[in-house]
């Protein structure tokens, strides 16, 4: 019985949504950028105007490019939130919309960085 009250817990941690960092941030830093919960790299979009609370990456694009879910957390700046055309709540940082690529395979992966001259990885220190 306890076994299944141990795995029932640990099913409900992972369903609750995004994961913070230690610094109680959504997002954590590894090498030089900033990755979600699964490690993977995040990007901003140069088509996206921070503080608008809209995202221009929008059915194909964002596809390829996956919002940052943000859920229903708190965010503390430099984090927010901007409510996407389907109702889903996109993180931002910086006012800027962010993104994962779907090219990115495994933790680490910056292959979106620079693509179309348009994409780029979201440093520590700000948002390109």
Known sequence: MKT????TALLSLLLAGPVLAEDGTPLRKANGVLVDA?????YT?????AASGKSACVEMCARNW?????GDMRLDPPYSAITRDDG???????GKPLYTFIKDKK???RTGDGVGGVWHVVTDAKTK
Request: charged fraction near 30%.
């Open 66 to 70: 996956p919002p940052v879910v943000a």
């Open 88 to 94: 889903s709540k996109q993180l931002a940082h910086d």
């Open 38 to 42: 699964k490690g993977m790299t995040v």
């Open 107 to 109: 933790e680490g992966d």
């Open 45 to 49: 979009y140069d088509k996206d105007t």
């Open 4 to 7: 299944v009250q141990i795995g």
